[in-house]
């Protein structure tokens, strides 16, 4: 009988359950496409549409996904829009089809913003969903970028439209630039005295130039020396030594589920104002999204500004780097303060591939004059919130990237 239950479990139940829990995890992440020409949406004729669902929509895109890559194959760009809209799933790959989608109903400008939302959102394909149906990411994004029709010079179309109305003499004339600059917020650390500088690569990706406020308001150029995609980080080297820095270690040796961690950031710097924020929580998992391993899951709240702020232990160690939150609504429940931080093992290999001039001094020799430093700046105690955030403020920057 036990043997006949089993059966009956494994043929019919589980199948059942599984079908049924696929069905409504992709119906409750779809939303209605409100359709214009060709069954398209007019605001994703115009580059407007966006992708607001993150980590509880997987699964839908994971269903669906091959569909997608088919319409894709066969060039029914409008199918492919209408798809990946009402998916509604966020990522590089799925902003990428729009972009392909928009490129090849002509709609060049959109194409363009939709490509540079796949550039900057957090959500990467790489070990999230079908290992990026076979492109290669970022690379395949720029390469269609650069592809695209060069935009008409506006100021040169003016030129054009006055010399028309008022003959050759307005050659002299010059319409005045209609530029807009465009900027992209974040936070930094301090890594050591030089001047490292630890935020998201999402910060600071694409920018014509980085600036860092830190405290007392002192404003600072920045580069950035290096990038690791995979785990949304970036190297900055700021130009002034930093009198106050953090330490790191190795995550996994410091940090266990109900570890009590803080950050302190920038969040809505245009409707919170400039001056630190701080906010407190605990480590809820080991593992981020899918159980993915390289990110913790935490419940200090974070928004929008908080990205590449230290996420740091009681004893004053950076443990990772704050990273995204899961903002989605699903069946009309709002998840509360499930957010992700990129765990500082990845951190620690990024800064390994640095230039040698630049190498993180803490990690060589432990006996040397860089040991010593980072041995005198490291506390291993437990600091009071109120000592611990005095400390950390201190090493925090504003990152301010210009993207045009």
């Known amino acids: ?13 589980y199948p059942t359950l599984i079908c049924v829990l696929a069905s409504c995890a992709y119906h409750s992440n779809t ?3 409100q359709s214009g020409t060709d069954g398209v949406s007019k605001e994703f ?17 994971r269903l669906n996904s091959r569909h997608v890559k088919s319409l894709y194959d066969n060039k029914l760009w409008s199918d492919v829009a209408a798809q990946v809209v009402a998916i509604n799933y966020a990522s590089d790959l799925t902003y990428y089809y729009l972009g392909r989608a928009a490129e090849g109903m002509k709609q060049y400008e959109a194409a363009s913003t939709y490509y540079r939302l796949a550039l900057a959102d957090v959500h990467r394909c ?10 290669d990411f970022p690379k395949d994004i720029r390469v269609r970028m650069s592809g695209l029709p060069a935009k008409k010079n506006q100021a040169q179309e003016d030129a054009k439209e006055t010399k028309r109305v008022l ?10 630039p209609k530029a807009q600059t465009h900027f992209r917020h974040g936070t930094g650390f301090f890594i050591n005295a030089q001047g490292l500088m630890v935020t998201n690569l999402h910060v600071v990706e694409n920018a014509k130039s980085i600036l860092v406020t830190t405290k007392g308001q002192s404003k600072n150029s920045a580069v950035l020396l290096g990038s690791d995609a995979r785990c949304d980080l970036a190297v900055l080297k700021v130009s002034l030594s930093a009198p106050n820095w953090l330490s790191l270690h190795r995550s996994v040796k410091r940090v266990r589920r109900g570890t009590e961690v ?13 001056e630190p924020k701080v906010t407190s929580g605990l480590i809820s998992s080991l593992s981020g999204v899918a159980d993915d391993a390289k990110f913790f899951q935490i419940s200090v709240p974070i928004q929008p500004g908080n990205s590449g702020g230290p996420l740091v232990s009681r004893d004053g160690l950076v443990v990772g780097v704050v990273t995204a939150k899961l903002s989605t609504t699903t069946n009309g429940i709002s998840p509360e303060n499930v957010n992700y931080a990129v765990k500082s093992d990845c951190l620690l290999h990024l800064l390994r591939t640095l230039p040698g001039k630049h190498r993180y001094e803490a990690m060589r020799n432990k006996k040397g004059k860089a040991g010593k430093k980072a041995k005198a700046n490291r506390q291993d105690k437990e600091w009071t919130m109120i ?7 201190k090493t925090v920057g504003l990152v301010t990237a210009t993207l045009d």
């Not at 009988?1 to 139940?13: D, E, G, H, K």
């Not at 004729?45 to 895109?61: F, P, V, Y």
């Open 1 to 13: 009988m036990r043997i006949v239950l089993s059966i009956f479990r494994y043929l019919f139940l």
């Open 31 to 33: 939303q209605p496409l």
């Open 45 to 61: 004729n115009t580059g407007a549409a966006r992708l607001e669902c993150q980590t509880s929509c997987a699964l839908g895109w």
């Open 126 to 135: 790489e070990g999230w969903v079908n290992d990026c149906d076979g492109f």
């Open 167 to 176: 003959g050759p003499s307005s050659e002299l004339l010059a319409p005045l």
């Open 262 to 274: 803080m950050t302190v950031g920038f969040p809505q710097v245009n409707l919170q104002g400039q």
């Open 387 to 393: 000592d611990l955030t005095e400390r950390v403020e």
